[in-house]
């Protein structure tokens, strides 16, 4: 199995573009999370799916943020309009049960 | 919600020197995992272990729910075993809560 793939690896745009993070899950994993992680807050999850339905986006931290699970294979998360504060490295990871599975994580700066 | 705590937050070795890490938490829990985020920033699974004591290689962990803590034992360490360590919790009613990891450097 490739395990969680996750693109682009870096994203370096400027303030005020749209940006979207894409992931692919592992294959037969029923949930998925985004999460975010900086220095100085660590890892904070942002949002997750089970079985393509968003369960709990509390920690999406304003309206700029949205994702989308359009399908058991694919989802995106969208920044839109970017600000500086929001680089950070994103993770995504599924699930096939509680035991969650990390990919390679797209670090995204925004000047 | 429910609290983790690891300890120590920083630690440094000698490569070939053995190494416990801890992982307090304040509630009862479904599941555990340990994590190791390596210098790359790659977050690697190590251990699933809600309880009982599982072995890879020269790592190990054990989970004793009923006292709320877990330990990752890492012996004969190598400079690659540097990165920071997390363990994260599933309370049951949210996703996994994680700690804020302890920072490993191993030096040759």
């Known amino acids: 199995d490739a395990g969680v793939i996750q693109s682009p690896r870096h994203e370096v745009t400027e303030m005020g573009q749209e940006v979207t993070l894409r992931c692919k899950p592992i294959?037969?994993?029923?949930?998925l999370f985004w999460y975010r992680q900086t220095m100085m807050r660590g890892l904070e999850l942002l949002i997750y799916?089970?079985?393509?339905?968003?369960?709990?986006d509390s920690g999406m931290p304003e309206d700029r943020f949205s994702a989308k699970m359009p399908n058991a294979s694919f989802s995106t998360l969208k920044i839109q309009p970017s600000e500086p504060r929001d680089s950070a490295v994103y993770f995504c990871?599924?699930?096939?049960?509680?035991?969650?599975?990390f990919g390679p994580g797209t670090r995204l700066t925004v000047l | 919600g429910i609290q983790v705590e690891q300890s120590p937050p920083d630690l440094i070795l000698q490569e070939g020197a053995n190494s416990t890490l801890r992982c307090n938490f304040s509630?009862?829990?479904?599941?555990l995992q340990w994590f190791h985020q390596n210098p790359w920033g790659q977050l690697i699974n190590l251990f699933y272990?809600?309880?009982g004591t599982k072995q890879n290689g020269r790592l190990s962990a054990t989970t004793v729910a009923t006292e709320r803590y877990s330990l990752l034992y890492i012996s004969s360490s190598q400079t690659t075993d540097s990165g920071v360590y997390f363990c994260?919790?599933?309370?049951?009613?949210?996703?996994?809560?994680f700690g804020k990891g302890t920072r490993l450097s191993v030096i040759a």
């Open positions: 990871a599924s699930s096939p049960n509680n035991e969650q599975f």
């Open positions: 294959s037969g994993h029923n949930s």
């Open positions: 799916f089970n079985n393509n339905v968003p369960i709990d």
């Open positions: 509630d009862s829990v479904n599941n």
């Open positions: 272990i809600p309880s």
């Open positions: 994260a919790v599933d309370p049951g009613n949210t996703p996994l809560v």
